[in-house]
């Protein structure tokens, strides 16, 4: 057998209790790397855990809240006496809720500011002296297709998915010299629970917005996973604050 695209590398997935971040873990520990996984959710988090490695040696899951630095501080401390090094860090967690400029609150506002962006922020700064010093690193951002163009009914989350592309492009020019890449990662409409919230926005919607993907269906998790694996392995060694889209054709 060839050798696994992560072998011996670990990397760290924020809100992995589920969605993307799950598939990206599996993935991930099936080409050879140990990973952690963080989220608010504790239950699915630990089953998560124990479905992709029943003995704890690849697989560990930590509480986690992207918003509190006294948490990432402690997810760092408990990675590295877990696994010794952070190769990969994939800021996935992340939230939606629809609303427009006339609709928006300011409560809403924040609250998609907060996790979306602050929590990038803060796994970016928390992370990065580490990979510094190691001379190596990749770190992954889950932006959207909503970070790239604009989107009607999209105030709150495009705002944050634009601030995850501009700060991926500005950390990957500041850490260029240490060997530490940054890209991100721009999905189109992927079947996970996030998507229930097309559902309720009204019957319908979700099919109208299936019919405007050019290959005529959603993404699965998958299907962003093995962007997220091409950019945390040496295969993408060359690139850096780049954005990397997965969209079906969307924005074509
Ligand atoms: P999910 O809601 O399935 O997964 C996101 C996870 O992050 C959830 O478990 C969520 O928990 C968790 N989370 C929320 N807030 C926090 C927090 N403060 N700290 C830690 N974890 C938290 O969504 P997806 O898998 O669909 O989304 C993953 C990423 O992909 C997100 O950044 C999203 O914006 C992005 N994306 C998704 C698209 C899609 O079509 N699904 C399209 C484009 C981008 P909880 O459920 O409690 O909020």
């Given at each position: 057998m060839g050798k696994s695209r992560l072998d011996g590398k670990v990397a760290l997935i924020t809100g992995?209790?589920?969605g993307m971040g799950a598939s990206e873990a599996q993935l991930f520990i099936d080409e050879g790397a140990r990973v952690v996984i963080t989220d608010i959710l504790d239950e699915d988090g630990k089953k998560t855990a124990e479905r992709l490695s029943p003995d704890g040696s690849r697989c560990l899951f930590l509480h986690h809240d992207v918003t509190n630095e006294a948490d990432w501080d402690a997810v760092l401390k408990e990675t590295l006496s877990a696994f010794g090094q952070i190769d990969v860090l994939v800021n996935n967690a992340g939230i939606f809720e629809r609303g427009t400029v006339l609709d928006t609150t300011l409560a809403m506002f924040e609250k998609t500011m907060d996790i979306n962006v602050t929590g990038v922020f803060l796994g970016m700064k928390t992370v990065a002296p580490h990979m510094v010093q190691r001379k190596s690193g990749s770190i992954v951002n889950i932006s959207s297709v909503a970070g790239l163009n604009g989107t009607p009914g999209f105030l709150a989350y495009g705002a944050s998915k634009w601030a995850v592309r501009g700060m991926t492009k500005g950390v990957a020019k500041e850490l260029a010299p240490f060997g530490v890449r940054v890209n991100s990662i721009h999905p189109g409409i992927i079947d996970t629970p996030m998507l229930q919230t097309f559902e309720a926005a009204g019957e319908g919607v979700r099919e109208a917005v299936r019919m405007r993907i050019p290959l005529g269906y959603e993404a699965e998790p998958i299907h962003v996973a093995r962007l997220a694996l091409y950019l945390g392995?040496?295969?993408?060694?060359?690139?850096?604050?780049s954005e990397f889209i997965v969209d079906g054709g969307w924005s074509a």
């Amino acid at each position: 057998m060839g050798k696994s695209r992560l072998d011996g590398k670990v990397a760290l997935i924020t809100g992995g209790a589920r969605g993307m971040g799950a598939s990206e873990a599996q993935l991930f520990i099936d080409e050879g790397a140990r990973v952690v996984i963080t989220d608010i959710l504790d239950e699915d988090g630990k089953k998560t855990a124990e479905r992709l490695s029943p003995d704890g040696s690849r697989c560990l899951f930590l509480h986690h809240d992207v918003t509190n630095e006294a948490d990432w501080d402690a997810v760092l401390k408990e990675t590295l006496s877990a696994f010794g090094q952070i190769d990969v860090l994939v800021n996935n967690a992340g939230i939606f809720e629809r609303g427009t400029v006339l609709d928006t609150t300011l409560a809403m506002f924040e609250k998609t500011m907060d996790i979306n962006v602050t929590g990038v922020f803060l796994g970016m700064k928390t992370v990065a002296p580490h990979m510094v010093q190691r001379k190596s690193g990749s770190i992954v951002n889950i932006s959207s297709v909503a970070g790239l163009n604009g989107t009607p009914g999209f105030l709150a989350y495009g705002a944050s998915k634009w601030a995850v592309r501009g700060m991926t492009k500005g950390v990957a020019k500041e850490l260029a010299p240490f060997g530490v890449r940054v890209n991100s990662i721009h999905p189109g409409i992927i079947d996970t629970p996030m998507l229930q919230t097309f559902e309720a926005a009204g019957e319908g919607v979700r099919e109208a917005v299936r019919m405007r993907i050019p290959l005529g269906y959603e993404a699965e998790p998958i299907h962003v996973a093995r962007l997220a694996l091409y950019l945390g392995s040496d295969d993408s060694a060359y690139s850096t604050g780049s954005e990397f889209i997965v969209d079906g054709g969307w924005s074509a």
